[in-house]
């Protein structure tokens, strides 16, 4: 649920363990993911039996906004059962083999949404436009489209309603596959403020010739 304690659909919960990865002890997804319903309702199915810890994760599903000026400007935290932020302080669910577990309540915290602004320049060096630039979530297990809007004619763009996270930002060209679709990308971690002057610079496309022998 939200703040005020009405349905949060469109959420993504999942369960998560603890691993080790180069030395330091982090929460990763661990088995199934799903998006809560129109009532806000979850259900996580063909659990193994053990500890988990389950996380939220808000995501912003207003799409692309092709004027580039976003005004969303609420977002949601990923959270930690029962409703924390912090995951020392998330409490864990143990899962028997067999068993259902109901009535698990999270609360969402609001939060300033922020907006990432920069420039997109092609492999010439000039804007690349006519360009989409997409913003994909990367921190959260499970890759997602969140948002994005059309790069401006001087290479220019805003994207915006996004929470805390690690996200990847692809500018893309608009031109036809055939001709080489030059791409651009950038990976940015927001923490509740604007990022200003993020630039991502393509790479000039490069074509792959052989021959395929059965």
Request: no cysteine.
């Amino acid at each position: 649920v939200d703040e005020f304690g009405e349905p949060a659909p469109e959420i993504q919960v999942a369960a998560e363990r603890y691993q080790v990865v180069q030395g330091q002890r982090r929460l990763f997804p661990a088995g199934r993911s799903a998006s809560t319903n129109d009532i806000g309702e979850f259900r996580l199915f063909g659990i193994a039996p053990g500890q988990y810890y389950l996380s939220a994760t808000w995501r912003n599903t207003s799409g692309f906004n092709p004027n580039g000026s976003p005004s969303e400007r609420t977002a949601y935290v990923p959270i930690y059962y029962p409703g924390t932020i912090t995951a020392s302080e998330a409490q864990r669910v143990t899962v028997s083999a067999g068993q259902q577990i109901d009535d698990l309540v999270m609360v969402l915290k609001p939060i300033k949404a922020s907006r990432v602004s920069g420039t997109a320049i092609g492999s010439d060096g000039k804007p690349l436009t006519p360009a989409m630039i997409m913003v994909m979530q990367t921190n959260v297990g499970f890759g997602s489209m969140m948002s994005g809007a059309q790069v401006r004619p001087d290479g220019t763009f805003t994207v915006g309603g996004l929470a805390p996270g690690t996200y990847t930002l692809r500018a893309q060209r608009m031109t036809p596959m055939a001709d080489g679709q030059e791409a651009a990308t950038a990976t940015v971690t927001v923490t509740g403020d604007d990022l200003t002057n993020v630039v991502v610079v393509a790479a000039k496309p490069t074509t792959l010739t052989g021959r395929v022998i059965v």
